[in-house]
């Protein structure tokens, strides 16, 4: 090949790589996130979900959902029993300090184990603290009144 083909051949490979180029159309990348809290498609909440648990070979020890799975039914009415006595107690020791337009009362009274001082903030504002007088342990709490 002599200098003319040569320099005819480049010129050519250089004028299809121009045209290569220029015919090429690029567009931007956009990232489109998959879960639905990073800003994602809704409907992919459940697949992710079901995708994470049907891959989780792990199981907690500790788990027994809340213990309701070893509970009878005998238990189970025995607690509600349980929670409906102490109801009406707590609304029976109540009655001793709310007065007849429904309005707390600041004072000290005391129940079988507990002990409920209700004293006045000032403004509405009440504090109520509950101890136990068997353990010493106690709750205390704000309440605004009307």
């Given at each position: 090949?002599?200098?003319?083909?040569?320099?005819?051949?480049?010129?050519?490979f250089t004028v299809a790589l121009a045209f290569a180029?220029?015919?090429s159309v690029a567009?931007?990348?956009?990232?489109?996130?998959?879960?639905p809290s990073f800003g994602g498609d809704p409907l992919n909440g459940n697949w992710l979900l079901n995708s994470a648990?049907?891959?989780n070979k792990h199981k907690d020890p500790d788990d027994d959902r809340f213990g309701f799975e070893d509970r009878s039914p005998f238990?189970?009415?025995?607690?509600?029993?349980?929670?409906a006595v102490l109801s009406r107690?707590?609304?029976?020791?109540?009655?001793?300090?709310?007065?007849?337009n429904g309005r707390f009362v600041p004072g000290s009274f005391e129940t079988g184990n507990f002990v409920v001082?209700?004293?006045?903030?000032?403004?509405g504002?009440?504090?109520?603290?509950?101890?136990d007088k068997l353990t010493g342990a106690s709750t205390t709490f704000r309440v605004n009144q009307p």
């Open positions: 090949m002599n200098t003319t083909t040569t320099r005819r051949v480049a010129a050519a180029a220029g015919s567009s931007p990348l956009v990232y489109t996130p998959v879960n648990q049907i891959t238990e189970d009415f025995n607690d509600q029993l349980e929670r107690l707590a609304s029976a020791a109540s009655s001793q300090f709310i007065d007849a001082d209700i004293m006045d903030l000032g403004g504002a009440l504090s109520i603290t509950t101890r």
